[in-house]
């Protein structure tokens, strides 16, 4: 039996990678911002630190706002509890949202939604992430199948642009130009 070996246009192996290139980077640039907002923290102990021009003084118990990112990293030194139980609410309401949303309607969700997810999901422990992961796999695929039907159907319309995260957006348009040029090309049109 002899063997067909397809060439594949190289212009889909390369809209395919800028496709990841610019999910990289529009999930870079939101993190960075995300990390640059202000949360509030409760202090578990005296704290004191300077570090080239960045001071900051506080007593056990004191309650406080400051950067993600400094959140962070004292976090992993015991020194601060972050306050974001609301999170939790906050992603509750967003897998609601979508659960109750018609078939073929998009409920909102903000444009660092995976972005804010995936952090506060690094910092639960495995039991608290087991179920909380189960529900966001439902959600991702309920939002993955209605968008693939609504790109493959049209361009992006500002309305629905406001409901998707910035990595729904780019997934969204890669889907409606490649099922463009798959249409072209189904039904030849020369």
Do not use: C
Not at 45 to 51: D, E, L
Not at 76 to 93: A, C, F, G, H, K
Not at 167 to 183: A, D, G, M, P, T
């Amino acid at each position: 039996m002899d063997q067909v070996i397809i060439a594949h246009n190289s212009d889909n192996f390369d809209r395919y990678d800028h496709f990841k290139k610019q999910m990289d980077f529009v999930q870079q640039f939101y993190k960075i911002k995300y990390l640059m907002e202000e949360i509030r923290i409760t202090f578990k102990k005296n704290f004191s630190i300077h570090i080239d021009g960045l001071a900051l003084e506080a007593k056990e118990g004191e309650i406080s706002s400051i950067p993600r990112w400094l959140a962070q990293i004292l976090e992993e030194n015991n020194s601060i509890e972050i306050q974001d139980m609301d999170v939790l609410i906050y992603i509750s309401r967003s897998l609601n949202r979508e659960r109750i949303s018609k078939p073929h309607d998009l409920s909102g969700i903000d444009l660092d939604f995976y972005i804010r997810v995936n952090d506060f999901i690094k910092r639960l422990k495995d039991k608290e992430k087991e179920s909380i992961l189960v529900s966001l796999n439902s959600f991702v695929t309920s939002r993955i199948e209605k968008i693939v039907k609504l790109a493959a159907a049209s361009s992006l319309s500002v309305d629905l642009e406001k409901k998707l995260s910035v990595e729904e957006k780019e997934l969204y348009n890669f889907i409606h130009k490649s099922s463009s040029e798959f249409k072209q090309r189904a039904v030849n049109k020369s």
